[in-house]
C-alpha cells in the first residue's frame, strides 16, 4: 500500500522538505493587473513593492476544482492513496475546493489544517513520520486529525494594513493600532479562524522578542522535537536569535521558512510567526 502527503503550497513548506520527502504542492495563485500568475513565480518583495508603488491591491486564489481534479489523477496515477493537507477553510477556500474535486474516493483524504503556514508544515511532516513507519491510511489521517487543536499558530504583524484592506478586520481596529504605533498578534483559534491576540508596543525586535517568549511560555506541555519560523520580510539578525532562543528553550529541530506570497500578502511586511505542538512529544515507532 503506497500512500501519498501532499499540501498546498500556503503549507510554507521549504523547498529541502519538498525534495526530500518528495511532497507534491498545489499552488495558489495571485492576479495583478488583470493577469494570473502561480504563487511560485514571483516573490513576496515583489508583490510588496508592486501594491506599495500603485496603491493597487493584489488578488490571492486557492487552487479551483478542476486543478485539484488534475492534481488528484496525477498524485494517484503511482500510489494508492493519497493525504491532502489544505490551510483553514475559514481562510480559503481551497479545502472546499479540494472535497468537491475529490467528490468522496476514498482513496483521497482531505484535512482542513485549520492553520496555515508552518503549522501545516508540521502536520506534514508528522503525517510523513507515521506513513514511514508504517500506519495505514486510516491511521495517519485519525491521528493527524487529533492533533489539530494542539497546534499553536500565530503571527506578530506590523500593523493591520493589509488585513484591513483585505477585509479581515475592522476600521476601527486598523485605525486604533495605527494611531498608537501598536503591533498586534494574530492568532488562528480552534475553528480556524483569524483573532486578535496580544498587542506589544515599541520597536520591532523588542516586540518579536517578547511576542516569542510569551508563545512558549504560554503552554506547559510542548512537543520539543520541532518547531516553525515563518516570515513574510524579516531582518537575518532577529531570525537568527529567533532560532537560538527556540533552540535554547530545546526545541530539537527549528524550521525556517518564508511565507508564501499568498499568506505574506494577506499579512503584509515585516512580519514573524512561531508554530509548533503543545501536546507533548509524539514518538512513532515502526509498525
Same mark, same amino acid.
Given at each position: 500500500m503506497k500512500i501519498l502527503i501532499s499540501?498546498?503550497?500556503?503549507?510554507?513548506?521549504?523547498?529541502e522538505l519538498i525534495k526530500e520527502y518528495n511532497i507534491p504542492i498545489i499552488h495558489f495563485s495571485t492576479e495583478k493587473e488583470g493577469k494570473t500568475y502561480?504563487? !511560485? *513565480?514571483?516573490?513576496?518583495?515583489?508583490?510588496?513593492e508592486f501594491t506599495k508603488n500603485t496603491k493597487i491591491m493584489c488578488h490571492t486564489a486557492a487552487p479551483n476544482i478542476g486543478e485539484y481534479e488534475n492534481f488528484f489523477k496525477k498524485q494517484l496515477n503511482e500510489n494508492d492513496y493519497l493525504i491532502h493537507f489544505t490551510m483553514s477553510s475559514k481562510l480559503s477556500g481551497c479545502y472546499n475546493n479540494a472535497i468537491a474535486a475529490a467528490n468522496n474516493n476514498p482513496h483521497i483524504k482531505i484535512i482542513d489544517s485549520k492553520g496555515t503556514s508552518g503549522a501545516t508544515s508540521l502536520l506534514v511532516?508528522?503525517?510523513?513520520?507515521?506513513?514511514?513507519?508504517?500506519?495505514?491510511? !486510516? *491511521?495517519?489521517c485519525k491521528k493527524c486529525e487529533e492533533r489539530i487543536p494542539y497546534l499553536s499558530t500565530s503571527f506578530i504583524i506590523k500593523?493591520?494594513?493589509?488585513?484591513?484592506?483585505?477585509?479581515?478586520?475592522?476600521?476601527?481596529?486598523?485605525?486604533?493600532?495605527k494611531l498608537l504605533k501598536l503591533r498586534p498578534?494574530?492568532?488562528?483559534?480552534?475553528?480556524?479562524?483569524?483573532v486578535i491576540g496580544k498587542i506589544y508596543r515599541g520597536n520591532s525586535q523588542k516586540c518579536i522578542k517578547k511576542y516569542v517568549e510569551d508563545r512558549i511560555n504560554s503552554y506547559n506541555n510542548l512537543d520539543f522535537s520541532a518547531a516553525y519560523i515563518n516570515i513574510s520580510t524579516c531582518d537575518e539578525e532577529t531570525i537568527n536569535e529567533v532560532k537560538k532562543y527556540l533552540i535554547e528553550k530545546g526545541f530539537k529541530k527549528v524550521y525556517f521558512s518564508p511565507a508564501s506570497p499568498t499568506n505574506s500578502y494577506h499579512a503584509g511586511p515585516s512580519v514573524l510567526g512561531v508554530q509548533f505542538f503543545y501536546d507533548g512529544e509524539h514518538n512513532v515507532t515502526t509498525k
Open positions: 499540501a498546498t503550497s500556503t503549507a510554507d513548506l521549504t523547498d502561480r504563487d !511560485d *513565480t514571483f516573490s513576496t518583495s515583489e508583490l510588496f511532516l508528522y503525517a510523513i513520520k507515521l506513513n514511514q513507519a508504517g500506519y495505514d491510511f !486510516d *491511521t495517519i500593523d493591520l494594513d493589509y488585513l484591513y484592506k483585505g477585509g479581515r478586520c475592522t476600521a476601527l481596529k486598523f485605525y486604533a493600532t498578534v494574530i492568532e488562528i483559534n480552534n475553528d480556524g479562524a483569524f
